[in-house]
């Protein structure tokens, strides 16, 4: 007999709003979602913590930034979600796909259980902090497995002097990565004259790639770019990048965040271009031989 009055009206999840319930979303830069209470859409471009509070900022596609308190109110989809901060995913993605390819992100093969060298006395030298933390990102498990430390420049104006007081020999050796060494440009005379030092010119290694900053070493696709654009002559390069990004660039702190926003776009080696991997691998070869018997 058919039941004339239908089902239990209380059986099942009769709670469950109308679009669901919400889940938990890692807001991860480019994550597109929208905040229930102001209608705002656009994409995670960062999370911070300001005031002991969690804070998501989005950018919507007239290229806006606002910030909105991190958890619960946005919807992905259509569908309710809460914002959490996404270190935690982006630690146990990172480590699950390294134990499963048991590679380094420079795409070495991975060491497991062996503990750092002590610093040896070789050193690879870069021009800026930026440099040397696009290094340490992609080769930094590598060269503390061999002991081989990055330092500072500030510069390469001075090249010669800083090899003088390096002092490099014979199990000292000296690796040195230059921005924008390209025929004819400041930095080719600069390298020529360090190439020619005695008795140090056998212990040292110049090279350089040929980006005007260490900024465009990373491939253009990972920001949204087809190709990195053309700032002219006069306008600070950094400046220009970011005027064309839309990102703010008026004070050094927005010079800081932009390059954090570029260099959160490195996951490995693919992420960087040719001419910079092989002369950061070169120098790391160098530095690391062993001595000529």
């Avoid at 319930?21 to 999370?47: F, H, I, K, Q, Y």
């Avoid at 212990?203 to 654009?229: E, T």
């Amino acid at each position: 007999m058919a039941d004339r009055y239908g089902g239990d009206v209380l059986s099942g999840d009769w709670r469950r709003p109308p679009r669901g319930r919400s889940r938990e979303l890692p807001a991860e830069p480019g994550t597109v979602v929208e905040d229930v209470e102001t209608g705002w859409c656009g994409a995670v471009v960062r999370v911070e913590k300001a005031g002991g509070v969690h804070v998501v900022h989005l950018e919507d596609r007239a290229g806006r930034v606002r910030g909105f308190r991190l958890g619960p109110g946005f919807l992905l989809d259509g569908a309710p979600v809460t914002l959490v901060p996404p270190r935690a995913a982006q630690d146990r993605r990172l480590a699950d796909a390294r134990a499963a390819a048991d590679r380094t992100a420079s795409g070495s093969r991975a060491v497991q259980g062996q503990r750092a060298r002590v610093a040896a006395a070789s050193r690879i030298f870069v021009e800026g902090r930026h440099d040397a933390e696009l290094v340490e990102k992609v080769w930094g498990e590598d060269l503390r497995l061999e002991g081989v430390v990055v330092e500072l420049l500030e510069g390469v104006d001075d090249l010669a002097g800083a090899v003088r007081a390096f002092d490099p020999g014979p199990g000292r050796r000296m690796g040195v990565l230059v921005d924008h060494l390209v025929p004819g440009s400041k930095e080719s005379r600069v390298v020529e004259e360090v190439r020619a030092l005695r008795p140090w010119a056998e212990h040292v290694l110049v090279l350089g790639h040929p980006y005007v900053d260490v900024w465009q070493s990373v491939k253009p696709a990972r920001l949204g770019l087809r190709a990195w654009p053309v700032i002219p002559r006069g306008t600070s390069w950094k400046h220009g990048i970011c005027a064309h990004l839309g990102w703010p660039h008026d004070t050094q702190a927005d010079i800081a965040r932009a390059w954090k926003r570029i260099l959160g776009s490195v996951g490995s080696w693919t992420d960087l271009e040719p001419e910079l991997l092989g002369r950061v691998e070169e120098l790391i070869d160098f530095v690391t031989a062993p001595p000529a018997p």
